[in-house]
Protein backbone atom coordinates (compact mmCIF):
# COMPACT_ATOMS: atom_id res chain seq x y z
CA UNK A 1 0.00 0.00 0.00
CA UNK A 2 1.52 3.64 -1.18
CA UNK A 3 0.09 6.83 0.53
CA UNK A 4 -0.92 8.70 -2.76
CA UNK A 5 -1.42 12.89 -3.01
CA UNK A 6 -3.66 14.17 -5.95
CA UNK A 7 -3.64 17.23 -6.85
CA UNK A 8 -7.01 18.13 -8.80
CA UNK A 9 -10.57 16.66 -8.06
CA UNK A 10 -11.83 16.91 -11.65
CA UNK A 11 -12.55 13.90 -13.91
CA UNK A 12 -9.20 12.66 -14.13
CA UNK A 13 -8.08 13.45 -10.68
CA UNK A 14 -11.46 11.78 -9.33
CA UNK A 15 -10.75 8.70 -11.86
CA UNK A 16 -7.56 8.41 -10.29
CA UNK A 17 -8.45 8.21 -7.11
CA UNK A 18 -11.14 5.49 -7.79
CA UNK A 19 -8.47 3.58 -9.17
CA UNK A 20 -5.87 3.47 -6.99
CA UNK A 21 -7.72 3.44 -3.63
CA UNK A 22 -9.65 0.09 -5.08
CA UNK A 23 -5.75 -1.60 -5.09
CA UNK A 24 -5.37 -0.80 -1.92
CA UNK A 25 -3.59 2.39 -1.51
CA UNK A 26 -4.24 5.52 0.51
CA UNK A 27 -5.59 7.85 -1.00
CA UNK A 28 -6.10 11.67 -0.53
CA UNK A 29 -7.55 14.51 -2.98
CA UNK A 30 -6.86 18.05 -2.79
CA UNK A 31 -9.94 20.59 -4.16
CA UNK A 32 -10.09 24.22 -4.97
CA UNK A 33 -13.52 23.81 -4.03
CA UNK A 34 -15.41 23.49 -1.03
CA UNK A 35 -18.72 21.92 -2.58
CA UNK A 36 -16.70 19.40 -4.88
CA UNK A 37 -14.79 18.43 -1.49
CA UNK A 38 -18.02 17.66 -0.16
CA UNK A 39 -19.59 16.02 -2.73
CA UNK A 40 -16.53 13.73 -2.79
CA UNK A 41 -16.11 13.19 1.35
CA UNK A 42 -20.35 13.09 2.05
CA UNK A 43 -21.75 11.82 -1.65
CA UNK A 44 -19.03 9.76 -2.77
CA UNK A 45 -19.42 11.39 -6.11
CA UNK A 46 -17.74 13.83 -8.41
CA UNK A 47 -19.94 15.20 -10.55
CA UNK A 48 -18.09 14.71 -13.80
CA UNK A 49 -18.19 10.93 -13.29
CA UNK A 50 -21.91 10.45 -12.58
CA UNK A 51 -21.65 6.33 -13.26
CA UNK A 52 -18.69 5.77 -10.37
CA UNK A 53 -18.79 5.69 -6.75
CA UNK A 54 -15.84 6.86 -5.47
CA UNK A 55 -14.83 4.47 -2.05
CA UNK A 56 -14.95 5.78 1.47
CA UNK A 57 -11.62 5.34 2.01
CA UNK A 58 -10.43 8.37 -0.11
CA UNK A 59 -10.46 11.68 1.37
CA UNK A 60 -10.70 15.06 -0.04
CA UNK A 61 -9.61 18.01 1.40
CA UNK A 62 -8.53 21.70 0.92
CA UNK A 63 -5.31 21.89 2.40
CA UNK A 64 -2.23 21.24 0.82
CA UNK A 65 -0.24 20.03 3.29
CA UNK A 66 -3.14 17.98 4.83
CA UNK A 67 -3.13 16.28 1.48
CA UNK A 68 0.50 15.95 1.05
CA UNK A 69 2.73 15.96 4.08
CA UNK A 70 2.93 12.44 4.42
CA UNK A 71 2.12 11.06 0.91
CA UNK A 72 4.56 8.66 -1.20
CA UNK A 73 3.66 9.84 -4.51
CA UNK A 74 1.88 13.05 -5.45
CA UNK A 75 0.26 13.33 -8.54
CA UNK A 76 -0.45 16.23 -9.95
CA UNK A 77 -4.05 17.07 -11.97
CA UNK A 78 -5.12 20.06 -13.15
CA UNK A 79 -6.24 21.79 -16.42
CA UNK A 80 -2.30 23.19 -17.47
CA UNK A 81 -3.32 26.83 -17.86
CA UNK A 82 -3.24 26.78 -13.40
CA UNK A 83 0.06 24.18 -13.20
CA UNK A 84 2.27 26.92 -12.31
CA UNK A 85 0.05 28.90 -9.76
CA UNK A 86 -0.58 25.26 -7.91
CA UNK A 87 2.55 24.19 -7.86
CA UNK A 88 3.42 27.63 -6.00
CA UNK A 89 0.72 27.01 -3.36
CA UNK A 90 2.25 23.69 -2.65
CA UNK A 91 5.93 23.21 -3.62
CA UNK A 92 6.58 23.95 0.22
CA UNK A 93 5.09 20.98 1.37
CA UNK A 94 7.36 18.91 -0.32
CA UNK A 95 9.97 16.47 0.40
CA UNK A 96 12.86 15.31 -1.79
CA UNK A 97 12.46 11.98 -1.41
CA UNK A 98 8.65 12.45 -2.60
CA UNK A 99 7.38 11.47 -6.21
CA UNK A 100 6.10 14.20 -8.27
CA UNK A 101 3.87 12.64 -11.49
CA UNK A 102 2.51 15.03 -13.41
CA UNK A 103 -1.07 13.69 -15.36
CA UNK A 104 -2.04 16.85 -16.80
CA UNK A 105 -1.34 17.75 -20.26
CA UNK A 106 -0.75 20.94 -22.48
CA UNK A 107 1.48 24.02 -22.37
CA UNK A 108 2.12 27.38 -20.35
CA UNK A 109 0.63 29.91 -22.89
CA UNK A 110 2.70 33.21 -21.46
CA UNK A 111 5.80 31.20 -21.79
CA UNK A 112 5.31 28.77 -24.41
CA UNK A 113 6.76 25.91 -22.07
CA UNK A 114 5.54 22.04 -21.52
CA UNK A 115 4.74 21.22 -17.96
CA UNK A 116 8.37 19.19 -16.95
CA UNK A 117 9.57 22.94 -18.04
CA UNK A 118 7.46 24.69 -15.76
CA UNK A 119 8.22 22.19 -12.80
CA UNK A 120 12.05 21.97 -13.27
CA UNK A 121 11.53 26.03 -13.13
CA UNK A 122 9.54 25.81 -9.65
CA UNK A 123 10.65 22.68 -8.19
CA UNK A 124 14.51 21.86 -9.89
CA UNK A 125 15.20 18.83 -7.31
CA UNK A 126 11.91 17.02 -7.17
CA UNK A 127 11.72 13.39 -8.20
CA UNK A 128 10.00 13.64 -11.34
CA UNK A 129 7.53 11.54 -14.54
CA UNK A 130 4.81 12.17 -16.87
CA UNK A 131 2.08 9.73 -17.15
CA UNK A 132 0.00 9.56 -20.26
CA UNK A 133 -1.74 7.36 -23.34
CA UNK A 134 -5.13 6.83 -23.95
CA UNK A 135 -7.16 6.77 -20.87
CA UNK A 136 -10.50 8.71 -20.31
CA UNK A 137 -11.60 9.04 -17.55
CA UNK A 138 -14.94 7.91 -17.38
CA UNK A 139 -13.41 4.38 -18.53
CA UNK A 140 -10.57 4.25 -15.75
CA UNK A 141 -13.33 5.13 -13.17
CA UNK A 142 -15.14 2.02 -14.31
CA UNK A 143 -12.26 -0.34 -14.69
CA UNK A 144 -12.08 -0.66 -18.29
CA UNK A 145 -8.64 -1.91 -19.64
CA UNK A 146 -6.52 0.69 -20.03
CA UNK A 147 -2.69 1.16 -21.20
CA UNK A 148 -0.43 3.85 -19.85
CA UNK A 149 3.36 5.34 -20.68
CA UNK A 150 5.06 6.68 -17.35
CA UNK A 151 8.43 8.97 -18.72
CA UNK A 152 10.88 10.05 -16.87
CA UNK A 153 14.79 9.90 -16.71
CA UNK A 154 14.48 8.53 -12.92
CA UNK A 155 14.45 4.29 -13.35
CA UNK A 156 13.65 4.13 -9.94
CA UNK A 157 10.62 6.55 -10.12
CA UNK A 158 9.34 4.68 -13.70
CA UNK A 159 9.57 1.42 -11.59
CA UNK A 160 7.64 2.59 -8.36
CA UNK A 161 4.79 4.33 -11.02
CA UNK A 162 4.56 1.24 -12.59
CA UNK A 163 4.23 -1.24 -9.21
CA UNK A 164 1.50 0.98 -7.76
CA UNK A 165 -0.65 1.16 -11.16
CA UNK A 166 0.11 -2.01 -13.11
CA UNK A 167 -3.28 -4.46 -12.62
CA UNK A 168 -5.13 -6.85 -14.86
CA UNK A 169 -6.95 -4.13 -16.16
CA UNK A 170 -3.88 -1.35 -16.32
CA UNK A 171 -1.03 -2.08 -18.77
CA UNK A 172 2.01 0.23 -17.93
CA UNK A 173 4.92 1.32 -20.49
CA UNK A 174 8.21 3.22 -19.37
CA UNK A 175 9.78 5.74 -21.49
CA UNK A 176 12.76 7.87 -21.16
CA UNK A 177 11.55 10.71 -23.91
CA UNK A 178 9.44 12.96 -21.32
CA UNK A 179 9.15 15.52 -24.08
CA UNK A 180 8.23 13.77 -26.91
CA UNK A 181 5.51 11.93 -24.12
CA UNK A 182 4.45 15.26 -23.23
CA UNK A 183 3.72 16.90 -26.18
CA UNK A 184 1.75 14.00 -27.79
CA UNK A 185 -0.59 14.54 -24.89
CA UNK A 186 -0.87 17.94 -25.64
CA UNK A 187 -0.80 18.45 -29.22
CA UNK A 188 -3.41 15.64 -29.71
CA UNK A 189 -6.37 17.92 -28.31
CA UNK A 190 -5.69 20.22 -31.76
CA UNK A 191 -6.56 17.63 -33.70
CA UNK A 192 -9.41 16.04 -31.89
CA UNK A 193 -11.03 19.49 -31.75
CA UNK A 194 -10.93 19.13 -35.79
CA UNK A 195 -12.13 15.62 -35.63
CA UNK A 196 -15.09 17.08 -33.73
CA UNK A 197 -15.83 19.68 -36.58
CA UNK A 198 -15.29 17.12 -39.62
CA UNK A 199 -18.34 15.24 -37.35
CA UNK A 200 -20.21 18.43 -36.98
CA UNK A 201 -19.95 19.27 -40.19
CA UNK A 202 -20.92 15.89 -41.53
CA UNK A 203 -17.70 14.84 -43.30
CA UNK A 204 -17.34 11.48 -44.24
CA UNK A 205 -14.83 8.89 -42.97
CA UNK A 206 -12.05 9.50 -46.05
CA UNK A 207 -11.74 13.30 -44.45
CA UNK A 208 -11.93 11.76 -40.84
CA UNK A 209 -9.05 9.35 -41.83
CA UNK A 210 -7.09 11.92 -44.10
CA UNK A 211 -7.14 14.38 -41.01
CA UNK A 212 -6.07 12.22 -38.35
CA UNK A 213 -3.44 10.91 -40.06
CA UNK A 214 -2.01 14.06 -41.35
CA UNK A 215 -2.99 15.58 -37.95
CA UNK A 216 -0.03 13.17 -36.15
CA UNK A 217 2.52 14.44 -38.75
CA UNK A 218 2.34 18.00 -37.95
CA UNK A 219 2.06 16.59 -34.21
CA UNK A 220 5.15 14.63 -34.74
CA UNK A 221 6.99 17.30 -37.08
CA UNK A 222 6.62 20.11 -33.91
CA UNK A 223 7.23 16.94 -31.40
CA UNK A 224 10.90 16.30 -32.67
CA UNK A 225 11.44 19.67 -33.55
CA UNK A 226 10.95 20.56 -29.78
CA UNK A 227 13.22 17.65 -28.70
CA UNK A 228 10.99 14.55 -28.70
CA UNK A 229 11.71 10.69 -30.20
CA UNK A 230 9.97 10.12 -33.35
CA UNK A 231 8.95 6.79 -32.35
CA UNK A 232 7.19 8.57 -29.11
CA UNK A 233 4.91 9.95 -31.52
CA UNK A 234 3.60 6.77 -33.14
CA UNK A 235 2.83 4.88 -29.76
CA UNK A 236 0.68 5.05 -26.92
CA UNK A 237 1.18 8.63 -25.86
CA UNK A 238 0.88 9.87 -29.40
CA UNK A 239 -1.01 7.80 -31.86
CA UNK A 240 -2.74 5.83 -29.15
CA UNK A 241 -3.93 9.15 -27.45
CA UNK A 242 -4.67 10.92 -30.90
CA UNK A 243 -6.99 7.72 -31.74
CA UNK A 244 -9.22 7.67 -28.43
CA UNK A 245 -9.68 12.07 -28.10
CA UNK A 246 -10.85 11.91 -31.48
CA UNK A 247 -12.78 9.08 -31.83
CA UNK A 248 -14.78 9.11 -28.38
CA UNK A 249 -18.04 10.52 -26.67
CA UNK A 250 -16.26 11.48 -23.94
CA UNK A 251 -13.53 13.94 -25.11
CA UNK A 252 -14.33 17.50 -24.50
CA UNK A 253 -11.99 18.53 -27.15
CA UNK A 254 -13.82 16.64 -29.82
CA UNK A 255 -17.52 17.68 -28.76
CA UNK A 256 -15.75 21.34 -28.60
CA UNK A 257 -15.08 21.13 -32.05
CA UNK A 258 -18.61 19.23 -32.98
CA UNK A 259 -20.37 22.14 -31.61
CA UNK A 260 -18.11 24.98 -33.30
CA UNK A 261 -18.41 22.81 -36.47
CA UNK A 262 -22.48 22.89 -36.25
CA UNK A 263 -22.19 26.80 -36.08
CA UNK A 264 -21.62 27.45 -31.72
CA UNK A 265 -19.79 30.55 -30.71
CA UNK A 266 -16.20 30.02 -29.03
CA UNK A 267 -18.08 31.27 -25.83
CA UNK A 268 -21.44 28.98 -26.44
CA UNK A 269 -18.86 25.82 -27.35
CA UNK A 270 -16.72 26.53 -23.53
CA UNK A 271 -20.39 26.56 -21.76
CA UNK A 272 -21.92 23.76 -23.38
CA UNK A 273 -19.11 21.22 -22.44
CA UNK A 274 -18.79 23.11 -19.12
CA UNK A 275 -15.25 21.73 -18.47
CA UNK A 276 -11.49 22.92 -19.23
CA UNK A 277 -10.97 22.86 -23.31
CA UNK A 278 -7.55 22.11 -23.47
CA UNK A 279 -7.21 22.81 -27.33
CA UNK A 280 -8.89 26.37 -27.12
CA UNK A 281 -6.42 27.28 -24.54
CA UNK A 282 -3.21 25.61 -26.27
CA UNK A 283 -3.76 26.50 -30.12
CA UNK A 284 -1.82 30.25 -29.64
CA UNK A 285 1.05 28.71 -28.29
CA UNK A 286 1.33 25.58 -31.06
CA UNK A 287 0.91 27.88 -33.50
CA UNK A 288 3.46 29.91 -32.14
CA UNK A 289 5.82 27.54 -31.89
CA UNK A 290 5.26 26.17 -35.01
CA UNK A 291 6.32 29.61 -36.44
CA UNK A 292 9.20 29.82 -34.05
CA UNK A 293 10.55 26.36 -35.06
CA UNK A 294 9.78 26.98 -38.68
CA UNK A 295 7.47 24.25 -38.96
CA UNK A 296 4.66 23.74 -41.24
CA UNK A 297 1.32 22.73 -39.22
CA UNK A 298 -1.42 23.96 -41.78
CA UNK A 299 -4.07 21.90 -40.19
CA UNK A 300 -3.10 23.96 -36.66
CA UNK A 301 -3.29 27.24 -38.16
CA UNK A 302 -6.92 26.30 -40.01
CA UNK A 303 -7.95 25.72 -35.80
CA UNK A 304 -6.33 28.92 -34.84
CA UNK A 305 -8.00 30.99 -38.23
CA UNK A 306 -11.30 29.45 -37.04
CA UNK A 307 -11.15 30.04 -33.08
CA UNK A 308 -9.94 33.68 -33.91
CA UNK A 309 -9.57 34.99 -37.25
CA UNK A 310 -13.36 34.21 -37.70
CA UNK A 311 -12.70 31.90 -40.55
CA UNK A 312 -15.67 29.48 -41.46
CA UNK A 313 -15.00 25.50 -40.91
CA UNK A 314 -16.25 25.03 -44.70
CA UNK A 315 -13.53 27.78 -46.03
CA UNK A 316 -10.51 25.93 -43.64
CA UNK A 317 -11.39 22.82 -45.30
CA UNK A 318 -11.10 24.35 -48.86
CA UNK A 319 -8.00 26.23 -48.26
CA UNK A 320 -6.42 22.97 -46.72
CA UNK A 321 -7.43 21.04 -49.38
CA UNK A 322 -6.32 23.09 -52.78
CA UNK A 323 -3.03 23.89 -50.97
CA UNK A 324 0.40 23.54 -52.77
Not at 165 to 188: C, H, N, Q
Not at 193 to 204: D, K, Q, S, W
Amino acid sequence: MKKIAIIGSGSWGSALAIYLANRGNAVKIWSFNEDEKNSINENRKCIFLPNATIPEVVYCSTDFKEVIEDADMVLHVTPSKHTRSTLKQYKGYLKEEQLLVMCSKGFESETMYTLDQVVKEEIPNIRYGVLSGPSHAEEVSLNIPTAMVVASTDENLKAEVVDVFKSPTMRMYTSKDVKGVELGGSLKNIIAFCAGAAVGLELGDNSYAALLTRGLVEISRLGIAMGGEEKTFYGLTGLGDLIVTCGSQHSRNRKAGYLVGKGYSIDETRKEVGMTIESIDNIEVAKELSEKLDVSMPIVNAVYDILYNNLKPNDAIRTLMTRE
